[in-house]
Structures are given as C-alpha cells and as structure tokens.
C-alpha cells in the first residue's frame, strides 16, 4: 500500500528534478530554521523562567548576535533568490529547436494544434527528447495550464499569447488539469500528455497527417483578402509580411517592437494600435470575425513567410477543408 503511495508527481521532464531540489532545499531550509527557533524559545522558557526570590539584572547588547542574525538569514534568503532565478530563466525560455504547439483553452476542454495540421481535443502527443513549445491562449475565460509531471503551469489569457516550454525525458502519460477556476465544470477540464518515443511519435504524426497550419493560414489570408494591401509588390498599400516575425518594427509614434506573436495577433484584431512608421492605418479589425483557429492558422502562415511566397492577388480564395478523420469532438457539457 505504501509502495503505491507518492509524495510528489513524477519527475518526467528535463526541469523537473531542478524544480523539486530547489524546493527540497527551501523546505528543509525552513524546517530547520523552525525547529532551532521552538527549541530555543522552549530552552530559554524554561531557563529564565520567573522566580519569586530573583530580580533580573539588565541586558546589554551583543554586536556579534546582532550580525549573526542578521547576515546568516540574508545570505539563506539571497542563495534560494539566486537558483530559483537561474532555474526560472531557463524555465522561460524554450530552445531554438522547439517544436511549437498551440493551445487553446475554452470552458471546459483543451483544443491542440500541432505545425503539421494534427488536431487533439484534451490529449498532446509528443516525443521524448524533443523540446515543446506551448502558445496558449484562451477563449472565454482564465484558466491555467498545468502539467505536475514536468513541473510546468501556464495562464491561458484572452486576448493574448502566453508560453510555456518542456521536454519530456520518459515515454507514459501524463495528466494535464486546469489549474485556475474558470466555472460550473472547471474539475472536469483534464487531459493527458502522451509522451513517445521518436518513432513512434513519427508514425502518430503520419497516420493523423493533415494540411499544415501554415498551410491553412495561407488560404485564410486570401479568404479574409488580407492579400489586397500585403502584396508584397508595387501595389501593396500595408507592411510586407515576408520575413517579418520575430523582427524590430517601427512604429508612426517613434517607437520599435519586436514582431512576435501577441504584436501579430493585436495587429489583426486591433490594427489601429500599434501603426507601423510610413503607412495610413486604413486596415479594418477582424475581432469578432475569426474564430481562434482561424487566427491561429493566419499567424502560422506569417510566422512561416518567407520572401518570394506572398500569394497572388488573383489566387482563388478557399476556405481550409475540415479535419478528414472526422468532426471535431465537442466539448464537454455536464448532465
């Protein structure tokens, strides 16, 4: 019974055990200062305890005491900063060989993108060994995406990209919650990571191959005639789009941003925000015009652009066709 029993989640991510030891630290940091505390204040209770026939003398001060107790907490206190700090910058940051994934949360199911078109509904296949990346965001409400195994807990936000990155060092399955309360159901919102070996993972891929999302994204950009003004040629009457993410961008009031994900995605819903240096802003909003699929698959194009690959103003506009294994699982709804 005992054998079955486990204190903590298991440790099935490259970070994970860098975690638990700054945790483990922290904890017996703690208990030890706790326990040497009680047993003074129990030890000098019974000492100087108050007795009828004495009369207490005066108390000086000690500058060896006051030092003691003062730099030894300190110097604790700015050794768990530093490795925490240290472990939570390689945390944020993912590796440049990261497979991107994206995430999307809604009450109450998680809905997976993967670059090559496959789609999950609260299941991630991934391989071991390779490193993730997570592009979460959310469609009605907060949640948190949460993965005790490796360690890792994201906010999925309206409105907005956030990330989260991790590599899977097992094969097995792994249980993904959702760590923030977001309504009725929220207990039900659960999943699992499958973590495979390489070539396995291969041969899921393969038999739930699928259009990419870049591949998607392109025909959305001339379903939503984005390619009218980002043409890319002489005729173009906004920013050309090729090669343009993750590069500075400057901006008609004199500031630069970096072209990343949310800069996109606000570009899109909310083009008047942030108005790139030498053009008009005549480019209308799409909120409430695409679903957050369909935003998904437009940024995988864009992200994917590369010079010389701007469709033609006269390409025939096609809507992506659905996912050929079926329609999409609906989301979970109580009885």
């Known amino acids: 019974m005992l ?4 204190l903590f989640p298991d440790q099935a991510s490259s970070v994970a055990r860098r975690v638990d030891h700054i945790y483990y630290y922290i904890i017996g940091t703690t208990v030890a200062i706790s326990t040497a505390v009680a047993v003074l204040v129990i030890y000098f209770a019974i000492k100087y305890r108050r007795r009828s026939d004495e009369t207490p003398g005066p108390i000086h001060g000690s500058m060896t005491l006051e030092l003691l107790w003062t730099v030894i907490p300190l110097l604790i206190a700015l050794s768990m900063f ?3 700090a240290r472990v939570y910058f390689d945390i944020v940051r993912p590796p440049d060989d990261a497979t991107d994934v994206y ?15 496959q789609r999950e509904i609260n299941e991630l296949h991934v391989p071991v060994g390779q490193p993730v990346k997570l592009i979460i965001t959310s469609e009605d409400v907060i949640h948190s995406f949460f993965i005790p195994d490796f360690r890792i807990k994201q906010d999925a936000v309206p409105g907005r990209y956030t990330f989260a990155w991790f590599e899977a060092i097992k094969p097995g399955r792994f249980r993904i919650y959702c760590a923030e309360y977001c309504g009725t159901d929220h207990s039900h919102m659960i999943g699992w990571v499958v973590a495979q070996d390489p070539a396995d993972y291969q041969e899921w891929l393969s038999s739930r191959a699928d259009r990419s999302l870049a591949t998607r994204g392109r025909q959305r950009f001339l379903q939503f005639q984005c390619v009218t003004c980002h043409s890319a040629d002489s005729q173009a009457r906004a920013p050309n789009l090729e090669g343009l993410y993750n590069r500075p961008v400057p901006l008609q009031d004199g500031r630069t ?3 990343d994900e949310n800069y996109l995605r606000e570009s899109i819903l909310n083009p008047r925000a942030k108005v790139v240096a030498g053009y008009v802003p005549i480019m209308p909003t799409f909120q409430g015009q695409m679903q957050e699929e369909e935003l998904l698959e437009l940024l995988a194009f864009i992200k994917a652009l590369r ?6 103003r006269n390409e025939e506009s096609v809507a992506p066709q659905s996912d050929p294994k079926g329609p999409e699982p609906k989301p979970f709804k109580s009885k």
């Not at 054998?3 to 486990?6: E, K, L, M, T």
């Not at 010079?307 to 033609?312: A, D, I, L, S, V």
Request: aromatic letters at 12%; proline letters at 10%.
């Open 257 to 259: 941003v970096i072209a």
């Open 3 to 6: 054998a079955q029993f486990s």
């Open 103 to 117: 995430v999307v949360g809604r009450q109450w199911m998680w809905k997976l993108q993967h670059p090559d078109g």
């Open 307 to 312: 010079p010389g690959e701007t469709p033609r």
């Open 82 to 84: 530093a490795w925490s």
